[in-house]
């Protein structure tokens, strides 16, 4: 047998594919793995900002295209750059352990001190830092991992807000200056976890050796949450879930018109994650609505 594993060019997202074909290698030596990479949309463009040239769904449109055409079996994302509405016919057939969900501060090479202005490449970072430093500057930055770091070195930037596990994964956990507690900047939903996305008909039973039923749990509730919000790539809508002894808790950012965050939480079974993190979203957008009257 052999897969053909699609991945994001950029070196994060091939070390990303590669965690995940030395899953599968470990599991099922008798299966011939393969990588293919390409370049996205979304990398491509790099001058304008996400949401003004369609969305996170940018960075999937070429290896859709390569499961739907056969070229691909498998395809490895960062859970928190999926789209929240997935095409049917290439459902996610596996989620792997999560690595640090939280966002990270990074300095220039050489500087101790933290100035303006801040990249960041969200919304919803961006408003959770003007609630931490009111005072500095954010500005919004585009490129992988390694092009943001050049940039900010170069001086086009005081500081850089990335996520923790993409620093961690290049072996770049030496340039964090900072970790941001879940409760200083609440994640994107799925941060820290990697999605495995597959061809329809592919048996995916070899894939059990990476799904991790915690990971998959938090990411499906995490996911419930923005989607039920209508959250998207310009949403700074967020949701961060733990479980622990059968009970899973979400907690949300919600942002109403004005730009006025709201955070709450639920807990519950966590074998209905997905419904507590819909009737979170829900309570969460009446009270917003609330507050506007």
Do not use: W
Not at 53 to 61: A, N, S
Not at 168 to 176: P, T, W
Request: proline letters at 5%; charged letters at 30%; a neutral charge.
């Amino acid at each position: 047998m052999k897969l053909t594993i699609g991945s994001r060019e950029s070196r994060l997202a091939v070390i990303q594919a590669e965690l995940v074909m030395d899953a599968i290698a470990r599991a099922h030596p008798e299966i011939e793995l393969q990588l293919l990479t390409m370049k996205t949309t979304g990398d491509r463009i790099l001058d304008r900002p996400l949401d003004k040239i369609g969305g996170k769904g940018l960075f999937v449109r070429e290896l859709d295209a390569a499961l739907r055409e056969g070229r691909a079996d498998l395809s490895v994302h960062s859970c928190k750059d999926l789209p929240m509405d997935l095409p049917p016919d290439l459902p996610l057939a596996a989620f792997t352990r999560r690595e640090d969900p939280r966002d990270a501060l990074v300095l220039p090479l050489g500087t101790a001190e933290l100035r303006g202005p801040i990249g960041c490449s969200s919304l919803r970072r961006r408003l959770q830092l003007k609630e931490l430093f009111p005072d500095i500057e954010t500005a919004p930055i585009r490129g992988n991992v390694l092009t943001r770091l050049r940039k900010l070195d170069s001086g086009e930037y005081g500081a850089l807000v990335l996520a923790a596990a993409g620093l961690k994964r290049l072996g770049l956990e030496g340039r964090i200056s900072r970790y941001f507690s879940v409760e200083e900047i609440l994640p994107a939903a799925g941060q820290g976890i990697l999605a495995v996305q597959r061809r329809a008909g592919l048996d995916s039973s070899v894939l059990e050796c990476l799904r991790e039923r915690n990971a998959e749990d938090c990411a499906l509730a995490e996911r419930a949450f923005v989607r039920a919000l209508d959250g998207g790539c310009s949403s700074p809508v967020a949701a961060h879930a733990v479980t622990e002894d059968g009970v899973i808790t979400i907690t949300g950012l919600y942002v109403d018109g004005a730009e006025r965050m709201s955070r709450d939480h639920v807990s519950g079974p966590r074998s209905q994650g997905e419904e507590l993190a819909r009737e979170l979203a829900r309570r969460m957008k009446e009270a917003a609505v609330c507050r506007e009257k």
